[in-house]
């Protein structure tokens, strides 16, 4: 499987033409957009949504994660193994929390080349490439040479910030649930809101935070968005209530 995390959106052609490379370079092997909506251009809040919703997706899945603000510049094109699962992306930070939490991850620098490469669109003409072949069975190490990544020791382990905002207008924060006691009460948007298990347990128009199906703290509204009544974006700080 192939699984794509990006924030190069669903209008437009890049989302389309990955896809392409994929089917075309790993014919057969299943394709799924997992985000074309991560955090615009921002590896940090992105790397915590990454390591939440990657944990899912079994070993042997070949991530194509691509939020590249500097893309064609000097920033390294990597492949991470961790915890069975193979990513591949650029070295910006992106995957800071999958090694951060993985036993004993592999990185290595992408310096396999394609005959075409466009200095603006790796997505679809280096990392596409790469994750067909490794999704066909070719071993990282025909493709990579090992290699220390960039890493951000100062990026905390549980990040108390919005990440995402999805469809429905609900907050997604990187603090994992373990982070916060279920007791606590949240300060988001100026606001303290209290905990619940569901939505179901608070009245229509009421915000409260739980934690979501992928492990994360998720701030939300019975029947409204949380984004628009509590003013929250990517982001936005969110803090324990005193």
């Not at 949504?49 to 893309?71: K, Q, R, S």
């Not at 069975?137 to 290699?147: Q, R, S």
Request: hydrophobic share 45%; with cysteine; glycine share 12%.
């Amino acid at each position: 499987m192939i699984v794509l995390f990006t924030d190069f959106g669903l209008a437009g052609p890049y989302s389309g033409q990955v896809e392409a490379v994929l089917h075309q370079a790993a014919p057969g092997v299943p394709v799924v957009s997992l985000f074309a909506d991560a955090p615009t251009g921002q590896p940090k809040p992105a790397a915590y949504l990454l390591a939440a919703y990657a944990t899912w997706f079994p070993a042997g899945t070949v991530l194509v994660c691509v939020v590249d603000p500097g893309v064609g510049s000097a920033r390294r094109a990597l492949i991470v193994e961790a915890d069975g699962r193979c990513y591949v992306g650029p070295d910006n930070g992106l995957f800071e929390l999958v090694l951060r939490r993985s036993a004993a991850p592999r990185c290595r620098e992408i310096i396999w080349r394609p005959p075409l490469l466009s200095a603006s669109f790796h997505g679809r003409d280096l990392f596409a490439p790469v994750a067909a072949r490794l999704a066909r069975g070719e071993l990282a190490t025909a493709l990579a040479a090992p290699v220390a990544p960039l890493r951000h020791a100062d990026w905390p382990d549980d990040l108390p910030e919005i990440v995402y905002v999805d469809h429905y207008g609900n907050a997604l924060t990187g603090l994992r649930g373990q982070a916060l006691p279920k007791t606590a009460g949240l300060v988001a948007g100026g606001r303290a809101i209290g905990q619940a298990a569901t939505f179901s347990a608070v009245r229509p128009g009421e915000a409260f935070w739980y934690v979501n199906s992928n492990g994360l703290i998720e701030i939300a509204v019975n029947g409204g968005r949380a984004d628009r009544a509590l003013g929250l974006g990517i982001g936005s700080e969110v803090s324990p209530a005193r």
